[in-house]
């Protein structure tokens, strides 16, 4: 058997919290930090049969994105740069939570119910991590995981996520889909960057990196697209991680993070922790305010464009739809479906569950309202567009293609991709923004003693369990008018219950938000104080 003395290895690692149950869920594993080494070591023993069993590379990223610094995650990439399939996130949970005893045997099982033949299979796996102080040590673990299945690994010190899912796409492409290399995701979005915008006018962009993995990669990036956008970059790693600044904060508080005085026209941009999501605002001239442009306003914007290209191209019969999820803004879904006259499509939450659903499409565009999300095409759409080339439009629909990164959310591409189209159509942000008006909504969080006992239907709108839950919040729901909505949801990342409402005014919404918390609170065993 191949397995390099699992056991010596393992003994490095004992399951310490017994008591925790480690679930791989909306994003892969999260928790404290120091919870997580023997969750890493085994998720290496994983990665590496998943690539016998594919014959192909696969990534693990360390990482917990934009939860706090203390906390720590790993998200496991599928050989096609996506995430891991739903079939192996059961067996990830499984094997995390196997006794230390047990764990020899859980994988010998693992193995023979796989038909793995570990004799005639080669193991390959890619890792990366963020900045976060655990990241390192943990790295260490999960090497000795893929070490105790005779893997070979190749570790690519910090990147951002998306970076990792890119390289993981390239290398299993033959080069397909780019160079499977940092230097080459630089030199692929800047060219595409470069090519797709005007001479003309230069840009510039302040963005917030939220002291993650962000600030560093952007001042790689900088040097290749000087020539016609450049970049101030605050919280670069001298705050704590995701803390007053990020795009998380920037979207739950709707405001810019606390390091930041918003000068007029100026575009702003925050990044999460691993640079996998990104919101914009600005500070609007006529009422002073700040603005928030979110997932749902990327994706309107995409959508437009893409359309525009595609017809001046004649290529309107492409099918093309755009998927959000239940925080998407109601004024997004109206003007994506009445204005724009596209299909738009709600899935629960996890960019795992919008990018299986894009992909059903010729063209899916996806975004979640907290920044997180990208656009597919299909090989054949890819191919038709090619064959028109010779067209301007279709020109620009291929720099296009070559700007995104097709595998997952990525803040970077997006940040370019946004830039870009506002470039080509000579739109300043204020334009961009009036598309719609969002609705005013509120997001808000309850600690519960088991977030477990919440169950949903309906991509997450409606509420099963506790009994009686979904009927008490039906009645508060119509205490506040036609347009006032909400829906709870256990969170995938963080030990909470998160709450969503919308109301015809601010005021409205923050008061629903906070009714529906306290029913939360009562009916799901809630933690501290009321609202
Ligand atoms: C992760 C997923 C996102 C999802 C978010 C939800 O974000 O990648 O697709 O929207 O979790 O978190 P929760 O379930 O806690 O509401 P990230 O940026 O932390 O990887």
Same mark, same amino acid.
């Given at each position: 058997?191949?397995?390099?003395?699992?056991?010596?290895?393992?003994? *490095?690692?004992?399951?310490?919290? &017994?008591?925790? #149950?480690?679930?791989?869920g909306?994003?892969?594993?999260r928790?404290?930090?120091?919870?997580?080494?023997h969750?890493?070591?085994?998720?290496?023993?994983?990665?590496?049969?998943? %690539?016998?069993?594919?014959?192909?590379?696969?990534?693990?990223?360390?990482?917990?994105? =934009?939860?706090?610094?203390?906390?720590?995650?790993?998200?496991?990439?599928?050989?096609?740069?996506?995430?891991l399939?739903?079939?192996?996130?059961?067996?990830?949970?499984?094997?995390?939570?196997?006794?230390?005893?047990?764990l020899?045997?859980?994988?010998?099982?693992?193995?023979?119910?796989?038909?793995?033949?570990?004799?005639?299979?080669?193991?390959?796996?890619?890792?990366?991590?963020d900045?976060?102080?655990?990241?390192?040590?943990?790295?260490?673990?999960?090497?000795?995981?893929?070490?105790?299945?005779?893997?070979?690994?190749?570790?690519?010190?910090?990147?951002?996520?998306?970076?990792? #899912?890119?390289?993981?796409?390239?290398?299993? %492409?033959?080069? #397909?889909?780019?160079?499977?290399?940092?230097?080459?995701?630089?030199e692929?979005?800047?060219?595409?960057?470069?090519?797709?915008?005007?001479?003309?006018?230069?840009?510039?962009?302040?963005? $917030?990196?939220?002291?993650?993995?962000?600030?560093?990669?952007?001042?790689?990036?900088?040097p290749?697209?000087?020539e016609?956008?450049?970049?101030?970059?605050v919280?670069?790693?001298?705050?704590?991680?995701?803390?007053?600044?990020?795009?998380?904060?920037?979207?739950v508080? +709707?405001? +810019? &993070?606390?390091?930041?005085?918003?000068? &007029?026209? +100026? =575009?702003?941009? %925050?990044?999460?922790?691993?640079?996998?999501?990104?919101? !914009?605002?600005?500070?609007?001239?006529?009422?002073?305010?700040? #603005?928030?442009?979110?997932?749902d306003k990327?994706?309107?914007?995409?959508? *437009?464009?893409?359309?525009?290209?595609?017809?001046?191209?004649?290529?309107?019969e492409?099918?093309?739809?755009?998927?959000?999820?239940?925080?998407?803004?109601?004024?997004?879904?109206?003007?994506?479906?009445d204005?724009?006259?596209?299909t738009?499509?709600?899935? &629960?939450?996890?960019?795992? =569950?919008?990018?299986h659903?894009?992909?059903?499409?010729?063209?899916?565009?996806? !975004?979640?309202?907290?920044?997180?999300?990208?656009?597919?095409?299909?090989?054949?759409v890819?191919? +038709?567009?090619?064959?028109?080339?010779?067209?301007?439009?279709?020109?620009?629909?291929?720099?296009?293609? $070559?700007?995104?990164?097709?595998?997952?959310?990525?803040?970077?591409?997006?940040?370019?991709?946004?830039?870009?189209?506002?470039?080509?159509?000579?739109?300043t942000?204020?334009?961009?923004?009036?598309?719609?008006?969002?609705?005013?909504?509120?997001?808000?969080k309850?600690? /519960?003693?088991?977030?477990? /006992?919440?169950?949903?239907?309906?991509?997450?709108? *409606?509420?099963?369990?506790p009994?009686?839950?979904?009927?008490a919040?039906d009645?508060?729901?119509?205490?506040f008018?036609?347009?006032?909505?909400?829906?709870?949801?256990?969170?995938?990342?963080?030990?909470? /219950?998160?709450?969503?409402?919308?109301?015809?005014?601010?005021e409205?919404?923050?008061?629903?938000?906070?009714?529906?918390?306290?029913? /939360?609170?009562?009916?799901?065993?809630?933690?501290g104080?009321?609202?």
């Amino acid at each position: 058997m191949l397995l390099n003395n699992l056991n010596d290895y393992a003994k *490095k690692y004992p399951n310490k919290r &017994p008591d925790i #149950h480690q679930q791989y869920g909306t994003a892969g594993f999260r928790n404290k930090a120091d919870t997580l080494f023997h969750v890493t070591f085994r998720t290496g023993i994983l990665a590496a049969l998943r %690539s016998r069993s594919t014959g192909g590379i696969i990534g693990v990223m360390i990482t917990a994105s =934009h939860n706090p610094e203390q906390d720590n995650g790993l998200k496991i990439i599928e050989p096609d740069g996506s995430m891991l399939i739903q079939t192996w996130e059961k067996l990830a949970t499984k094997i995390a939570n196997v006794p230390d005893d047990k764990l020899e045997q859980c994988v010998a099982d693992l193995i023979s119910e796989l038909n793995i033949n570990l004799e005639n299979t080669m193991a390959k796996v890619y890792l990366a991590r963020d900045t976060r102080k655990s990241s390192p040590p943990l790295s260490m673990a999960l090497i000795d995981g893929i070490k105790a299945c005779q893997g070979e690994y190749k570790d690519f010190g910090l990147l951002t996520t998306p970076q990792l #899912h890119y390289i993981v796409r390239c290398a299993n %492409s033959d080069g #397909h889909y780019g160079v499977p290399s940092e230097q080459g995701y630089y030199e692929k979005l800047s060219q595409a960057f470069l090519r797709l915008t005007t001479k003309q006018r230069k840009l510039h962009l302040i963005v $917030d990196c939220a002291n993650g993995v962000g600030a560093d990669k952007m001042k790689l990036l900088a040097p290749y697209l000087k020539e016609k956008i450049t970049f101030d970059l605050v919280n670069i790693g001298d705050g704590i991680l995701n803390l007053g600044c990020g795009a998380d904060f920037v979207k739950v508080n +709707q405001r +810019q &993070p606390d390091s930041i005085e918003l000068k &007029p026209n +100026q =575009h702003y941009a %925050s990044f999460d922790g691993d640079a996998d999501r990104i919101v !914009f605002y600005y500070r609007n001239d006529r009422d002073g305010k700040f #603005h928030l442009l979110d997932g749902d306003k990327i994706a309107v914007l995409v959508a *437009k464009f893409l359309q525009q290209l595609l017809n001046e191209s004649g290529l309107n019969e492409i099918q093309m739809i755009v998927v959000q999820t239940a925080y998407a803004n109601g004024n997004s879904t109206k003007y994506i479906r009445d204005t724009i006259q596209l299909t738009s499509d709600c899935v &629960p939450t996890g960019v795992k =569950h919008l990018h299986h659903r894009a992909l059903q499409s010729e063209i899916g565009i996806y !975004f979640e309202a907290n920044g997180h999300g990208t656009i597919l095409f299909s090989e054949n759409v890819q191919k +038709q567009i090619q064959q028109q080339r010779s067209n301007e439009n279709a020109k620009k629909l291929l720099h296009f293609i $070559d700007l995104v990164n097709q595998t997952v959310g990525d803040a970077i591409s997006d940040m370019l991709i946004v830039e870009a189209i506002l470039d080509n159509l000579n739109l300043t942000i204020d334009e961009w923004d009036s598309f719609y008006q969002d609705l005013p909504n509120k997001l808000l969080k309850v600690a /519960v003693k088991d977030r477990n /006992v919440i169950t949903t239907t309906d991509a997450e709108r *409606k509420c099963v369990e506790p009994n009686g839950l979904q009927e008490a919040i039906d009645k508060v729901v119509a205490e506040f008018g036609q347009q006032a909505r909400s829906f709870i949801r256990p969170s995938g990342t963080e030990d909470v /219950v998160r709450i969503y409402t919308e109301a015809q005014t601010k005021e409205l919404a923050d008061k629903l938000a906070r009714k529906v918390g306290n029913l /939360v609170y009562d009916y799901a065993d809630g933690i501290g104080s009321k609202f």
